[in-house]
């Protein structure tokens, strides 16, 4: 925004007029989506004023009539969709013309009309007609319109086909070419898998067919959040990368812009053919992104354990429970303030004292899982989503008593991880091989001297006396430390120091390794940044970062990223230990030390943790 309102000031002096409506017309697109509809309105104005074309305009009743329709203004909303529909089809731009109308039989099938211009078919358009317009976004937008419509006329299976193809194609583009469906995504993302979830869970149990598609539909949303952790390998690039790499962008040019003599869906074959043959891309462990999880994967959770997930819709709820043999979704009812309560729990939980949490963590407790508690058996796999991404269910209260009182819970990132599973229990740590690393002087006010970092050491050394223990403390504590073959073969990694996380700008937390000076940057030696661990791969059966939150409440739907916890699970760690608050010193020594005593007669984490 800071960068756009420098550009404003440019095309301002310059009276650059098509620059001037661009420019308004981004800003007010952006304010809408972070509701701040006073600022969207004043940007929305200014870009009428720079109006020039009925092509400029049929875009500007169109943004205009989102506007209104994000702010629920229905009926006018309609009008201005009717008339960025008629000027699309004046200035022959029939992609914006069928969204345009698309929108209109949404709304139609919401509010009573006098006027209805939807024909008897609800969606007055074939899913052959919307899959055809050229424009990737467009199409996209196009789909989930239609799928939309669908839903308000009760047919949810149609609604689903739809959306769960929609949902693959994201997937596709995501990984493949990132950037091309540009806004939509970002703007429509959270709405479109929030929608396909509930629809997905729904109509199982509805159909009672068993819930096991509609894990599968979970699975497909986590793994597009993990995208975000995949990188494209760099090195030598070969004539042939660049040959295919030209021939996609030009076959994306053809479509979007209609000129080719081959059909969209020609093009499209093409195109994916070209993107599938190419094996650059990959996730933080090497592993190819596009992952046929199916039912043969819950056999291989251990005997006596099952996988746990929540999700929240409004005032829904749907849990998830599966087990080796079968997979249940129920709906629950819930209280009408269950994000409320959810909001007050992660802002106060680590003040134990009170009274309002101690009600709050019952009360989510006997909602959430009371009406499952059957089928929960000893230990618990549980896949955090939406408001519980970084949750302690631990904390949860049925009866009186935590969770943790009764159940063993291990939490993981996807559902993919439940792959590593074995009949031995997960995860579990060797003790062959120790690396030992932290800093408990710091001469800085802003960071207290850590006296109980150096009785941490002291103690993990005392207890595995046997174990090949490598030291990185004092001089020896620097970056470079996370990248040598000491810490690549250690079977655990212990850091004991300061961390702050960021979880709004996940590359700006950072773990202290020492002294810092008041003007050193993000890349000194001193400091431990979340690209540090991406550069090393690590084949740790368990790392402990014991230092002040170093875990996070993740504000994003679908977002696995958790801070420190995600970089070093996805740079080949089997398991991490972290916090999710500030923590006393002195305690946090008394758990290192009791935690790992009880490793050491004990390889399972989650049992000697508990």
């Known amino acids: 925004l800071e960068l756009l309102d ?57 943004e205009s009539a989102k506007d209104l329709y994000t702010q629920n203004h229905l009926g006018d909303s309609k009008q201005y969709f009717i008339q960025a529909h008629e000027l699309a089809l004046a200035t022959k731009r029939e ?42 976004r467009m199409r996209f937008e196009g789909l989930y319109l239609w799928a939309q419509i669908q ?32 806004a939509w995504f970002w703007e429509n993302n959270k709405s479109v898998f929030e929608i396909y979830l509930k629809v997905a869970a729904d109509r199982h149990i509805d159909l009672s067919t068993g819930a096991i598609e509609s894990l599968k539909a979970l699975q497909k949303i986590k793994s597009i959040s993990s995208i975000k952790s995949g990188h494209l390998k760099t090195g030598q690039t070969s004539h042939d990368d660049l040959a295919v790499a030209t021939e996609i962008r030009t076959l994306i040019a053809n479509m979007e812009s209609g000129k080719s003599k081959l059909s969209n869906e020609e093009l499209s074959s093409q195109l994916d053919k070209l993107i599938l043959g190419t094996s650059g891309y990959s996730t933080g462990q090497d592993q190819p992104i ?134 031995g229990g997960f995860p579990e740590a060797s003790t062959r091989k120790i690396f030992i690393s932290g800093s408990q002087s710091f001469n800085d006010k802003a960071l207290m001297d850590l006296q109980g970092a150096s009785s941490e050491m002291f103690n993990i ?96 739907t679908f977002d696995s990223n958790l801070g420190f916890v995600s970089e070093f699970i996805d740079s080949g760690s089997k398991a991490v230990i972290a916090s999710l608050w500030p923590i006393s010193d002195s305690d946090t020594a008394l758990l290192v030390k009791d935690f790992y005593r009880a490793l050491k007669q004990n390889p399972n984490v989650a049992t000697s943790l508990t």
């Open 6 to 62: 420098l550009a404003l000031v440019d095309m301002t002096s310059a009276n650059h007029g098509l620059g001037l409506y661009s420019l308004h017309k981004l800003l007010a697109n952006i304010y809408r989506q972070l509701g701040l509809h006073k600022e969207m309105s004043k940007h929305r104005d200014l870009q009428l004023e720079s109006l020039s074309t009925d092509f400029e305009r049929a875009s500007f009743n169109f």
């Open 95 to 136: 992609n914006l013309g069928i969204i345009s109308n698309m929108y209109i039989c949404l709304i139609e099938n919401q509010i009573e009309t006098h006027d209805n211009r939807c024909s008897a078919n609800p969606q007055n358009l074939t899913l052959a007609e919307i899959k055809s317009i050229s424009n990737i």
């Open 151 to 182: 839903l308000k006329a009760g047919k949810k299976n149609e609604a689903f086909t739809v959306l769960d193809e929609l949902v693959n194609n994201i997937r596709f583009y995501r990984t493949s070419l990132p950037g091309v469906l540009g």
């Open 290 to 423: 596009e992952i046929d999880w199916s039912q043969e994967t819950l056999v291989k959770l251990p005997e006596n354990s099952a996988l746990l997930t929540i999700y929240t819709f409004g005032n829904e709820a749907y849990v998830w429970v599966a087990d080796r043999q079968l997979v249940t979704v129920k709906k629950l009812e819930q209280h009408s303030d269950i994000n409320s309560m959810l909001a007050r729990v992660k802002e106060n939980i680590r003040y134990q004292g009170s009274t309002s949490i101690q009600s709050d963590l019952e009360n989510l407790g006997r909602s959430l899982l009371q009406p499952v508690m059957e089928h929960l058996p000893e230990t618990i796999f549980f896949l955090p989503l939406g408001e519980f991404n970084g949750f302690p269910l631990e904390a949860l209260k049925i009866d009186g008593r935590y969770l943790i009182e009764q159940h063993q819970v291990i939490n993981i990132r996807s559902l993919d991880s439940l792959n590593s599973v074995s009949d």
């Open 461 to 556: 050394e005392k207890i595995f006396n046997e174990s090949d223990i490598h030291f990185a403390i004092g001089e020896n504590l620097t970056v470079d430390a996370f990248h040598g073959p000491e810490i690549e073969a250690a079977d655990i990694i212990h850091i004991a120091s300061h961390a702050v996380l960021d979880v709004t700008y996940p590359e700006l937390s950072r773990v202290y390794l020492g002294p810092v000076s008041a003007n050193s940057s993000y890349s000194s030696d001193a400091i431990l940044v979340p690209a540090d661990i991406r550069a090393t791969h690590y084949n740790a059966d368990l790392v402990f970062l014991s230092a002040c939150q170093t875990s996070g409440l993740n504000q994003f």
